[in-house]
C-alpha cells in the first residue's frame, strides 16, 4: 500500500508538477502478465520517475546496503526502500548473482514488472556502458519479454553526487518489447547470454541516442578515480 501511497499522494504529485516528465511509447508496456523493463542508469532519480509513469507497480531489485543501515537514518531507509517494492540484493557476485536470480524469478513468476538496471550501476559521465549478463539469465529463465525504456534529462537534473535535483523537464522512450524466446534452454551458454545482453543495451542505444562504451560503468568509475586533477 505504501508504493501506492508515495506513487499518488505524497511523492508522484510533486514530481509531475515540478518536473513534467513526458513519454514516448509507453504502451509497449504489457497491461498485464510478467515482463522486465531494462533502463538506462543515468541517476538516482529514475527509480522514481519511471514508476511513476508506468501504470502498474514495478519492482526493482535495489542493493542490500540500501536495507543494512544503522540508527534512525538507516531505519527509515529501510523502511521507504521495502515500502516503495524494492527488493534487497547482493551484488557482490558468486553465489549471490544466483540468489538474485531467484528473487527475479519469484518476481516474474507472480505476474510482475521487474525493473533492472543492466549496465549494474550509474554512469558516472552519462554515456551508456556495458551491460551485465544477469539480465539476459533473468530473461531467458523466466520467458518473458523485455522492454527497454531510455531516462532522458535525468542526469542532468542530478547526476552521480548531487543530492538535490535540478528542476528541469525529463522524459522516458519506452521502446518495442523483445523477444528472446529463439534462444529458449539456451540460458547457460555465456555467448548466447553475451549476445541477448548486446542486443538489449543497443536497442537502449537507439532510444537515448547515448554514446556507447564498451566497458563496465565499475571499471569507468574506478579508472576516473586514478586520474589525477589539477
Not at 529463465?141 to 525504456?149: D, H, K, N, T
Request: net charge positive; aromatic share 10%.
Amino acid at each position: 500500500m505504501f508504493y501506492w501511497v508515495l506513487k499518488h499522494i505524497l511523492i508522484g504529485p510533486w514530481l509531475r508538477i515540478l518536473w513534467r516528465p513526458w513519454t514516448e511509447g509507453v504502451e509497449n508496456v504489457p497491461t498485464q502478465g510478467p515482463a522486465i523493463i531494462v533502463s538506462n542508469h543515468l541517476s538516482f532519480s529514475d527509480s522514481f520517475f519511471m514508476p511513476l509513469m508506468v501504470s502498474r507497480k514495478v519492482t526493482f531489485l535495489a542493493k542490500s546496503d540500501y536495507f543494512t543501515g544503522r540508527g534512525i537514518k538507516g531505519l527509515f531507509t529501510k523502511m521507504f526502500f521495502a515500502g516503495a517494492g524494492q527488493v534487497p540484493v547482493d551484488r557482490s557476485g558468486g553465489r549471490a548473482s544466483e540468489a538474485a536470480l531467484l528473487t527475479a524469478l519469484r518476481i516474474l513468476s507472480e505476474g510482475n514488472l521487474l525493473g533492472i538496471y543492466p549496465e549494474g550501476t550509474r554512469s558516472g559521465d552519462g554515456r551508456l556502458y556495458r551491460g551485465r549478463t544477469g539480465v539476459a539469465r533473468m530473461a531467458l529463465e523466466a520467458g518473458v519479454p523485455v522492454i527497454p525504456v531510455a531516462m532522458i534529462g535525468t542526469y542532468e537534473i542530478q547526476p552521480p553526487g548531487q543530492v538535490k535535483p535540478r528542476v528541469r523537464r525529463v522524459g522516458m522512450r519506452f521502446g518495442a518489447p523483445l523477444d528472446f524466446s529463439r534462444y529458449e534452454g539456451l540460458g547457460g551458454d555465456r555467448f548466447i547470454l553475451r549476445s541477448v545482453t548486446d542486443e538489449i543495451i543497443y536497442a537502449l542505444m537507439d532510444l537515448s541516442r547515448q554514446e556507447y562504451v564498451d566497458m563496465y560503468a565499475t571499471k569507468a568509475k574506478e579508472i576516473a578515480k586514478k586520474v589525477p586533477t589539477d
